[in-house]
C-alpha cells in the first residue's frame, strides 16, 4: 500500500498531544499541553482556528458537533464544533482525567482518571453516569464497544480489563502490561482500540506487538507484529471499514496491517523519529493524521488509495472464498440475534465503499431508526472500488460457494422492519432536592427546612445535617455506616435510607429530633428483595416509595400505617403538611419524551386522592429534574428544560408554566438547580451552576432568586403586561382560599392586599380598552370584577361618555347583586324566610327602578333639561361612597368585609360621604340608597359648570336597596308609560321631617311590603301547586320570574296595593328614623348645605357640568 508521508509541522508546544478528524473528515483537530484546542482545515492551514480551554489538554474525541476534552483542572469539558463555544462541564474526577473517548452513536462519553476511575457520561444529561471501580492505578485508555455493552480500559496497574455497562462489573481482564506508578511513568499510553461496526476484535498494544481478543469468549486469537518494531506500540487504531489497523510506536514508526491475512502491509517513520502519541484515521479510510510528543502534526496521505495486492492476490482462491461464505452466515446468525444493534458488519466481511461507510456511519449516529443494515450490501461492494468487486466475483463464477452466498441474501432483504417512534429509557427515581448518587461529596437533600450532605470518601462516610433555622434544632453530624443513599427532612425529623444488598435488607432510619422522650430514632427493614427508591416526611407522617410498586406510610414515631400500590416505578416523591405527591411511570415513552403520572393524596382526618394518576406535562424530550411543594402547599414541578410549572386548583387541577429558567442562563451550558419556590412573596429559590448542572458542596453555593414570568403573548405591550401580573396574581394567591378551607390560618391582610392589586389590575385594562374604544373587551373585564369596583367602571364610562357602555355595566352590576344575594340567602339558611323577604322586596323595588331608570336615560337622550331635572330630584347619588351594611360579610373571594376601596378618588381632605358614619360598602345595591345626596339640579348646586349633566343611569330611590346603577329587564317604551304614575308613587314616599337615619339593619329588617311580596304571597299556592317539589329559594326565583312577564301596569298597581296595604312615611316616623326622611331632608336642604359637600364632589367626578 503505497502511501505518501508529508512533512510535519508545528501545532503545539512540546508536550503530549491528541488528534481526531470531524465527522465529515472536512477538519483536523488537536490539543496539546499548551491548552489549546486547534481546528485545521488542512495539514497546510497557517492560521487554524484555536480554542483554549484550560492550562493543559490531555486528550479529545469529537463527534455529533461537540468537542470534550480532558483538562488538567480534573474536568471532562464540551465546546461547541466547530464555533469553540464553552457547553459546560460534562464531569469531574479528583485528579486529572487522561483519555477520553465517544461511543459510535456519541451519545455517551468514556473518560478514565489518575484516581482509578472510569466513568460513562450521558452527553445529553450528564447527571446519568455510570462509574466503574476495580483498577489499582491511574486509568490509561478507555474504549467503548459499538454496541455499547461493554467498555475496555486499560490501567498503569498492568491490567487490560473489559466491563459489563449496563451491570458495572468486570466481565475479562488480563495481566499483560508493565506496571507503572503514573501515567508520565508508564512505557506505553495503551491506546485501546475496538474493531467497528461489529466490535468483535479488541486490539491491545502489548510491547512491541498488537494483541486482538475476541468479543465472544475474551481469549487471545491472534498477534500483529513487524521486524521494523524495535520500541513499545503506543497507540493502535482501526480503519472505518474495520479491515485495516494503523499503530504508532515510542520510537516513531508508524505502520499498517491488513488484520485478516495478518500482513504488514505499510512501513513509515517519522522524519525525527519522535514518540508518536496520537493518531487517527480519516472517515473515508484514505488519510491517516498523527502527532507527537513534540507538539508536532502529520498526515499520511494516500493509505487506501489502493486495494492491497499483497492479500488480494493471494487469497483470491476456493479456500478463502469458503471462508468468506462461512463468514457471512456467521455475519447472518449474528444479526438474527441482534436486530437492532447498532455495529452489523462482521470483521472479516470485506471492505466497504466509502459510501456504504458514510451510510453506516448515519446509522451508528441514528440508532433510533433502528435499521438492519441491507444484507445485499454486502455482495455489492467486495473492495474499496467496484472494479476490485467486480474481479473477484469473476475469478469463481462458477464456484459453489458464490452461488450459495446468493440465494441467502435475498429473503433477508424482505423482512418487514420497523420504523415507527422509539420507546425512552425511563427515568430513574431520584430524591428532589439531591445531587447524583456517584459524587463523593453530595447533597442529599435542600430544602425550605435544610441541607443535609454526604461524605463517601477514603477519609469518611458521613452525613452532615445542617438547619437554616438553627432555632428548629442544631446542626447534627451523623457516622453513615449503613451506607445511606437518600434523605429528606423537615422540622420534625430526618429520614434516611438505603438500598438493600446480598446480605442486608434495605433499610429505612428516622432520627425524630422533635421527639419529647428519650429514644429519638427508629430503623425499619424492608422485606427481602424490596428497595426503598424514593421517601419523604410530612406533618406527622412519613411515606417510602419501593421496589415493589408499593408505598408504605409510617407514622412519624414508626408506626407502620397504610400501604398501597402504585400503577408503575416510582420517580420521586414530595411531601408537604397532609399532602403527599408521587410521581411514577404511567407508561412508556417514545421519542425522547417520558410518560410520567402523579397522584396528590390529602392524608389528614378527611382522607381522600386529589389527583388520580393524570399526566405530568413536561417539556418535549425532557425528564423530570425537581418535583414538591412551595412553602405555602401548591405542588410544583420543573423539568430538564428549566420550565417550572404550578398546579392551578382553581382550573381543574392543571399545570400553568410559572417560569423558565433558561431565559436567565447566559450560556447554553449553565443551569439553576432549584430548592425552593415561595408564592408569597413570588420567589424561585435556585442555586446558578456554571457550565453544570449540579452545585458543589463546597465552598457553599450561593442562592439566586429568579423572579416568575407567566409565558403571555405580547407582554412589551402595556396590554400584555397587566395581563400577565393580573393572571399570575391569581395563580400565586389560590393558595389562601385552599389553606383556608384545609383550616390553616391565613394571612387577612396578604389576602386583601393581593386582591386589591387585582382589582387595580382590572380597572387600569378596563381603562385601557375604553381608550381603544373596545367595549366588549370593557364588558369581558368588568365580569371579572367585584359587583363594588363594577361601580367604579360605570362611573369611569359615564364621564368617558360612554353610554351604552355604561349601560351594560349596569346590567352586569345588577346581576351581580342578585348572585351575591342569592348566595348570601343560601349561606343565612336559619334566617331564610328574612331572606326570602329582603330578596322579594328588593326585586320588586328593583324592577320599577329599571323602568324609572330607562325613562331618565330617554330624557336625557332628548336633552329636555327640566323634565329631567324633575325626574332626577328625588334620585340617589348613583356614585356615593356610602356606608357598609355590617349585617354579612362579603362572599369570597368578591370581596372582603372592611375592605378599602383601593380606587377611592377623594382626596385626603375628603370626608365619608356617609352621614351616619358607617363603614364602606361592597353591595352595589346598598351602596346606593344609604348615602345622602343633593339634589340633582342643574342650577348653582356644582362647582364643575353650568350646562346640563348626562346622567342616564339615575332612578327614582325607593328604599335602601335601590340601585341607581342596575337596569335589566325593562323597556324604554314601558318606562315612557310610567313616567306620570311612577313620579307621583315617588313622591308618595317622601316624607316631611328632616331626622337623622336610622340604622341599616333596622331599615333592611322593618320595610312596608313590597308590590312583589303582596303579589307572591296571593300567588304562592299556585307556584307550589305547579312545582311541588320547590323550596322556598326556588318559589321567589319562580315567583321573580312570574312578576317580570307582568306589564307595567299591572306591576304598578300590585305596588301602588302593597302602599296601601301601609302607610310607609307612618311606619318609619314610629319605628327606625326614616330613610326616606333623610331624602326628603337632603332634598329640601339642598341649598342650604355648603357646595363642598362630599356627594356633590362625587357627583361632579361622575359626570361634568358643560
Given at each position: ?219 487471545h486469537i491472534s498477534t500483529l507484529s513487524d521486524d521494523l518494531i524495535t520500541q513499545v506500540v503506543n497507540v493502535v487504531v482501526w480503519s472505518p471499514c474495520g479491515k485495516f489497523l494503523a499503530a504508532g510506536t515510542v520510537g516513531g514508526n508508524l505502520l499498517i496491517w491488513d488484520v485478516e491475512a495478518k500482513l504488514c502491509i505499510e512501513r ?17 479510510g484514505g488519510r491517516i493524521a498523527y502527532t507527537d510528543t513534540e507538539g508536532c502534526l502529520g498526515l499520511l496521505e494516500g493509505v487506501s488509495s489502493s486495494s492491497p495486492s499483497s ?796
Amino acid at each position: 500500500m503505497p502511501c505518501e508521508r508529508k512533512p510535519m509541522r508545528y501545532g503545539h508546544s512540546e508536550g503530549h498531544t491528541d488528534v481526531c478528524f470531524d465527522d465529515e473528515g472536512k477538519c483536523i483537530v488537536t490539543c496539546g499541553s499548551d491548552g489549546d484546542v486547534r481546528i485545521w482545515e488542512s495539514l497546510d492551514d497557517d492560521d487554524p482556528k484555536s480554542i483554549n480551554v484550560g492550562e493543559k489538554v490531555y486528550s479529545l474525541a469529537l463527534k455529533n458537533g461537540k468537542i470534550v476534552t480532558a483538562v488538567s483542572n480534573n474536568t471532562v469539558q464540551i465546546h461547541t464544533f466547530p464555533e469553540g463555544d464553552p457547553d459546560g462541564i460534562l464531569t469531574r474526577f479528583t485528579t486529572n482525567a487522561n483519555h477520553v473517548t465517544f461511543n459510535s452513536s456519541g451519545s455517551r462519553v468514556a473518560a478514565g482518571s489518575s484516581d482509578f476511575i472510569v466513568k460513562i457520561v450521558d452527553v445529553v444529561d450528564s447527571s446519568q453516569q455510570k462509574t466503574l471501580r476495580g483498577h489499582d492505578a491511574p486509568i490509561l485508555s478507555v474504549a467503548l464497544d459499538p454496541s455499547d455493552d461493554f467498555l475496555a480500559s486499560s490501567s498503569c496497574d498492568g491490567s487490560v480489563t473489559v466491563w459489563s455497562i449496563e451491570s458495572q462489573t468486570q466481565v475479562a481482564q488480563w495481566k499483560i502490561l508493565q506496571k507503572s506508578s503514573d501515567v508520565s511513568n508508564a512505557k506505553s499510553l495503551c491506546r485501546l482500540a475496538w474493531q467497528p461496526r461489529s466490535g468483535k476484535l479488541l486490539a491491545v498494544p502489548v510491547d512491541l506487538t498488537i494483541q486482538l481478543y475476541d468479543k465472544k469468549t475474551w481469549k487471545h486469537i491472534s498477534t500483529l507484529s513487524d521486524d521494523l518494531i524495535t520500541q513499545v506500540v503506543n497507540v493502535v487504531v482501526w480503519s472505518p471499514c474495520g479491515k485495516f489497523l494503523a499503530a504508532g510506536t515510542v520510537g516513531g514508526n508508524l505502520l499498517i496491517w491488513d488484520v485478516e491475512a495478518k500482513l504488514c502491509i505499510e512501513r513509515q517513520k517519522h522524519e525525527k523519529g519522535f514518540t508518536v502519541c496520537g493518531m487517527a484515521w480519516h472517515p473515508s479510510g484514505g488519510r491517516i493524521a498523527y502527532t507527537d510528543t513534540e507538539g508536532c502534526l502529520g498526515l499520511l496521505e494516500g493509505v487506501s488509495s489502493s486495494s492491497p495486492s499483497s492479500s488480494s492476490t493471494v487469497h483470491s482462491t476456493k479456500d478463502t472464498v469458503a471462508k468468506e461464505k462461512k463468514d457471512y452466515d456467521d455475519l447472518f446468525d449474528e444479526d438474527d440475534d441482534r436486530m437492532l444493534d447498532e455495529g452489523m458488519s462482521d470483521s472479516r466481511s470485506p471492505v466497504k465503499k466509502p459510501v456504504m461507510e458514510e451510510d453506516d456511519d448515519d446509522d451508528d449516529l441514528m440508532p433510533a431508526t433502528g435499521r438492519p443494515r441491507n444484507r445485499g450490501s454486502f455482495l455489492d461492494d467486495d473492495d474499496n472500488s467496484q472494479d476490485a468487486a467486480s474481479v473477484k466475483l469473476d475469478g469463481v463464477p462458477e464456484e459453489d460457494g458464490s452461488s450459495a452466498i446468493l440465494p441467502a441474501v435475498g429473503p433477508a432483504v424482505s423482512r418487514p422492519v420497523y420504523e415507527g417512534p422509539m420507546p425512552t429509557q425511563p427515568q430513574r427515581a431520584f430524591q428532589p432536592g439531591s445531587t447524583p448518587m456517584h459524587l463523593m461529596h453530595r447533597f442529599m437533600v435542600w430544602n425550605s427546612v435544610g441541607i443535609v450532605r454526604g461524605y463517601n470518601d477514603d477519609q469518611d462516610n458521613a452525613i452532615d445535617v445542617e438547619f437554616h433555622d438553627t432555632a428548629i434544632h442544631h446542626a447534627m453530624h451523623l457516622t453513615n455506616t449503613l451506607g445511606h443513599t437518600m434523605a429528606d427532612l423537615s422540622q420534625e425529623a430526618v429520614l434516611l435510607a438505603c438500598e438493600g444488598t446480598d446480605e442486608l435488607a434495605s433499610k429505612i432510619q428516622c432520627l425524630h429530633f422533635s421527639c419529647w422522650d428519650t429514644h429519638k430514632d427508629w430503623i425499619v427493614d424492608l422485606p427481602k428483595g424490596e428497595d426503598v427508591r424514593a421517601l419523604c416526611l410530612g406533618q406527622g407522617w412519613a411515606a417510602v416509595a419501593t421496589s415493589a410498586l408499593m408505598v408504605r406510610l409510617f407514622s412519624i414515631g414508626g408506626v407502620q400505617k397504610e400501604i398501597f400500590s402504585l400503577p408503575g416505578a416510582v420517580v420521586c416523591m414530595a411531601g408537604h403538611g397532609e399532602q403527599l405527591l408521587i410521581v411514577y411511570h404511567r407508561g412508556t415513552g417514545f421519542d425522547g419524551d417520558q410518560a410520567l403520572g402523579v397522584q396528590l393524596l390529602q392524608l389528614g382526618s378527611k382522607r381522600r386522592q386529589v389527583m388520580h394518576g393524570e399526566p405530568l406535562p413536561l417539556s418535549w424530550k425532557s425528564y423530570l429534574a425537581w418535583m414538591g411543594f412551595t412553602a405555602e402547599g401548591t405542588p410544583c414541578c420543573i423539568d430538564s428544560e428549566g420550565v417550572v410549572r404550578m398546579l392551578n386548583r382553581t382550573l381543574g387541577n392543571t399545570w400553568s408554566p410559572v417560569c423558565n429558567t433558561r431565559d436567565s442562563c447566559k450560556s447554553k451550558s449553565d443551569h439553576y438547580w432549584v430548592v425552593g419556590v415561595h408564592e408569597n412573596p413570588q420567589q424561585l429559590r435556585c442555586i446558578p451552576c456554571k457550565g453544570s448542572r449540579y452545585p458543589p458542596t463546597l465552598p457553599r453555593p450561593a442562592v439566586a432568586v429568579l423572579p416568575f414570568n407567566l409565558p403571555y403573548c405580547q407582554t412589551t405591550t402595556e396590554k400584555g403586561q397587566m395581563e400577565e401580573q393580573y393572571w399570575r396574581s391569581m395563580l400565586f394567591h389560590n393558595h389562601y382560599g385552599f389553606l383556608s378551607s384545609s383550616g390553616y390560618e391565613i394571612d387577612s391582610e396578604g389576602q386583601s392586599q393581593a386582591e386589591k392589586e387585582q382589582q387595580e389590575l382590572l380597572m387600569k385594562m378596563f381603562a385601557l380598552s375604553c381608550k381603544l374604544e373596545r367595549e366588549f373587551r370593557c364588558v369581558e373585564l368588568a365580569e371579572m370584577m367585584t359587583h363594588s369596583v363594577v361601580t367604579l367602571a360605570i362611573r369611569y364610562a359615564s364621564r368617558s361618555r360612554r353610554m351604552a357602555l355604561a349601560q351594560r355595566l349596569s346590567e352586569l352590576a345588577l346581576e351581580k347583586a342578585n348572585q351575591f344575594q342569592e348566595e348570601e340567602l343560601e349561606e343565612e339558611e336559619p334566617a331564610y324566610q328574612r331572606g326570602s323577604r329582603q330578596m322579594s322586596s328588593r326585586q320588586a323595588q328593583v324592577e320599577n327602578g329599571c323602568e324609572e331608570e330607562d325613562e331618565d336615560y330617554q330624557q336625557e337622550e332628548q336633552m329636555d333639561a327640566e323634565e329631567s331635572t324633575e325626574t332626577r330630584k328625588p334620585s340617589l347619588n348613583p356614585f356615593k361612597k356610602g356606608g357598609k351594611s355590617p349585617e354579612r360579610p362579603s362572599p369570597k373571594p368578591m370581596s372582603r368585609e372592611g375592605r378599602v376601596n383601593p380606587f377611592k378618588v377623594s382626596g385626603a381632605g375628603k370626608s365619608s360621604s356617609s352621614p351616619a358614619g358607617q363603614p364602606r360598602t361592597t353591595n352595589v345595591l346598598d351602596s346606593m340608597t344609604m348615602s345622602s345626596r343633593k339634589p340633582a339640579s342643574l342650577g348653582g348646586t356644582s362647582k364643575q359648570g353650568k350646562a346640563p349633566v348626562l346622567k342616564p343611569l339615575a332612578p327614582k330611590p325607593k328604599s335602601k336597596t335601590q340601585a341607581t346603577l342596575l337596569q335589566m329587564s325593562a323597556s324604554k317604551g314601558n318606562s315612557k308609560k310610567l313616567e306620570d304614575s311612577q313620579s307621583e308613587a315617588e313622591k308618595v314616599k317622601v316624607a316631611p321631617a328632616a331626622t337623622p337615619p336610622a340604622s341599616v339593619e333596622n331599615v333592611e329588617n322593618r320595610k312596608p311590603k313590597t308590590g312583589f311580596q303582596l303579589w307572591l304571597e296571593e300567588n304562592r299556592k299556585s307556584i307550589l301547586a305547579d312545582n311541588p317539589d320547590f323550596e322556598e329559594m326556588d318559589v321567589i326565583k319562580e315567583g321573580m320570574g312570574r312578576f317580570r312577564t307582568l306589564s307595567a301596569e299591572e306591576r304598578l298597581n300590585w305596588t301602588e296595593r302593597a302602599k296601601g296595604d301601609s302607610d310607609p312615611k307612618k311606619r318609619k316616623r314610629e319605628d327606625e328614623g326614616q330613610i326616606n326622611e333623610q331624602m326628603e331632608s337632603d332634598e329640601g336642604s339642598a341649598k342650604k348645605k355648603k357646595p363642598l359637600d362630599t356627594s356633590a364632589k362625587l357627583s361632579a367626578f361622575a359626570f361634568n357640568k358643560e
